[in-house]
T-cell receptor, first 111, second 118 residues
Framework: DAKTTQPTSMDCAEGRAANLPCNHS???????VYWYRQIHSQGPQYIIH???NNETNEMASLIITEDRKSSTLILPHATLRDTAVYYC????????????FGKGTMLLVSP | GAVVSQHPSRVICKSGTSVKIECRSL??????MFWYRQFPKQSLMLMAT?????????EQGVEKDKFLINHASLTLSTLTVTSAHPEDSSFYIC??????????????FGPGTRLTVT
């Protein structure tokens, strides 16, 4: 599976948009970009995924560059409860591969 | 959405004893379940993959005789840490793949079990 690179940590003010970048320059044509997050001492939570097009759901938006070598997860109005480690994972579309977690980005949302 | 439960959420045991952790898919069937381990300030590391009715596949460096995995039904997998030692203290998280869908939510995570070996 393609490797991803994320910043170690980011800060965001409550109510502002949080933009979390992810580089995946070796991504293959059949690989999706998935985002999960893990709040302290809890199991990972699925956020969103995409292949080529930008995606939006009730939690976040995912912007994927045209060359698919990087993406950005956007939390439009961050709250204190969004403080968590965010993982960007590249995974083949078959869905039968396991999820391999990197170190992720620790997002701290402050009042 | 699909729910995965784990029991217990926390367990403390003495060194040398065995501990069993249960993972259940509550509203879907899971042909495949995964067990992860997470040490403090580190990411999740896959320990093993289990398929219902067959032997688990362990990742390199994970002792299969120490971490016994049983996946006897489509909704239950168990992880038994045998002869536990303090270095086995960790956060154990299970994940279940929904057999009935190929959608993006096909892998769901449990809330985790905090194991402390004294």
């Amino acid at each position: 599976d393609a490797k991803t690179t994320q910043p170690t940590s980011m800060d965001c003010a409550e109510g502002r948009a949080a933009n979390l970048p992810c580089n995946h320059s070796t991504i293959s044509g059949n690989e999706y970009v998935y985002w999960y997050r893990q709040i302290h001492s809890q199991g990972p939570q699925y956020i969103i995924h995409g292949l080529k097009n930008n995606e939006t759901n009730e939690m976040a938006s995912l912007i994927i560059t045209e060359d698919r070598k990087s993406s950005t997860l956007i939390l439009p109005h961050a709250t204190l409860r969004d403080t968590a480690v965010y993982y960007c994972i590249v995974r083949p579309s078959s869905g039968y591969s396991t999820l391999t977690f990197g170190k992720g980005t620790m997002l701290l949302v402050s009042p | 959405g699909a729910v995965v439960s784990q029991h217990p959420s926390r367990v403390i045991c003495k060194s040398g004893t065995s501990v069993k952790i249960e993972c259940r898919s509550l509203d879907f069937q899971a042909t495949t379940m995964f067990w992860y381990r997470q040490f403090p300030k580190q990411s999740l590391m896959l320990m093993a993959t289990s398929n219902e009715g067959s032997k688990a596949t362990y990742e390199q460096g994970v002792e299969k005789d120490k971490f016994l995995i049983n996946h006897a039904s489509l909704t239950l997998s168990t992880l038994t840490v045998t002869s536990a030692h303090p270095e086995d203290s960790s956060f154990y998280i299970c994940s279940a793949r929904d057999s009935g869908t190929r959608g993006p939510y096909e892998q769901y995570f449990g809330p985790g079990t905090r194991l402390t070996v004294t």
